[in-house]
């Protein structure tokens, strides 16, 4: 069984690359199987003064009120038991009209986080297998130095400081968001990069597509092309004033500092961009830190 890693804000797992992510937000995943969605992922910070069944009965009044299914404890299933033993963990199913579903609730005493994972119809092999696999490879990260991200084909290796902010998956367009204290990196995904760049070069679509952070941030559009416009590079020409920077220093929304960079990655058909606004003045190499570390996975 051919499997994949999927790494989302702050955890990662394996799993069958039959599974695809079909439903995400901030600490939450859902997996389809082809068919239909059948897993379902939530993690919560608990602190450190976690307790068991007071933590399941708050979960379970919350799903019951959000949704009117009744959550019920049971026997963890044997085959759960030893890819389990490292985390604290409460089985549970339910019931409705139209489906029914099991699941587990586990505890991470290291990084102080809860996992909720649901499988949603009946328990046959394909779910069971799955249901292993996401249990042996779970992993926090909150406690790392890094971040791993993986979704869809979009794979990158960020400092843990950084936050997720923000996410778009459209047709065409994927845009992570993250950010620390000072500053926020954006990584894009565009694609089909022959169809795009087929009547223009990979700066002037840059141009147009960072129109509005190009305008805001006064970048100087020092276009930069290599080979069959494989990178372009956008950066500020003269330093912010100083009162754009003052009052960076009083609103952690303000960044009046920016650099983006495009590339056209041929192999895999996509156009990968990273832009970063800041606080404080960015180093030319930063953003080739940020490249060595964000691939697209094919």
């Known amino acids: 069984m051919v499997k994949k890693n999927i790494a989302w804000d702050g955890i990662s797992f394996e799993i069958s690359s039959k599974f695809e992510v079909s439903g995400i937000d901030k600490k939450f995943i859902q997996l389809d199987n082809g068919e239909h969605p059948c897993i379902e992922i939530r993690w919560y910070n608990s602190g ?58 586990f505890y991470c005493q290291k990084s102080a986080k809860v996992m909720l994972i649901q499988f949603i119809g009946k328990a046959g092999e394909e779910l069971e297998d799955a249901a292993i696999s996401i249990f042996n490879s779970v992993r926090f990260y909150n406690t790392e130095e890094f971040t791993p991200w993986r979704i869809y084909d979009m794979e990158a290796t960020l400092p843990a400081s950084y936050k997720l902010d923000s996410f778009e998956f459209k047709p065409g367009r994927f845009k992570i968001s993250l950010c620390d204290d000072t500053e926020c990196i954006s990584l894009y995904r565009v694609s089909p990069a022959d169809t795009i760049l087929k009547e223009r070069s990979l700066g002037s679509f840059s141009k147009e ?69 800041s606080r404080t003045s960015i180093p030319e190499s930063r953003m080739q830190n940020i490249f060595e570390n964000y691939s697209i996975v094919r």
């Open 48 to 105: 450190k003064s976690y307790k068991e069944q007071n933590y399941f009965r708050q979960l379970a009044k919350k799903i019951e009120s959000s949704s009117g299914i009744k959550i019920e404890s049971s026997v963890l299933p044997s085959s759960w038991k030893k890819p389990l033993d490292r985390f604290n963990s409460t089985a549970f199913y339910w019931q409705s009209d139209l489906s029914t579903g099991r699941g587990v609730m």
């Open 209 to 277: 597509f960072f129109k509005k952070e190009i305008a805001k941030l006064n970048l100087c559009i020092a276009e930069l092309e290599f080979g069959e416009g494989a990178t372009c590079m956008f950066g500020q020409e003269k330093k912010p004033s100083t009162a754009k920077i003052t009052l960076s220093k009083l609103s952690s929304k303000q960044r009046p500092f920016g650099r983006i960079e495009a590339r056209y990655t041929k192999d895999a058909n996509r156009i990968q961009a990273v832009l970063i606004n």
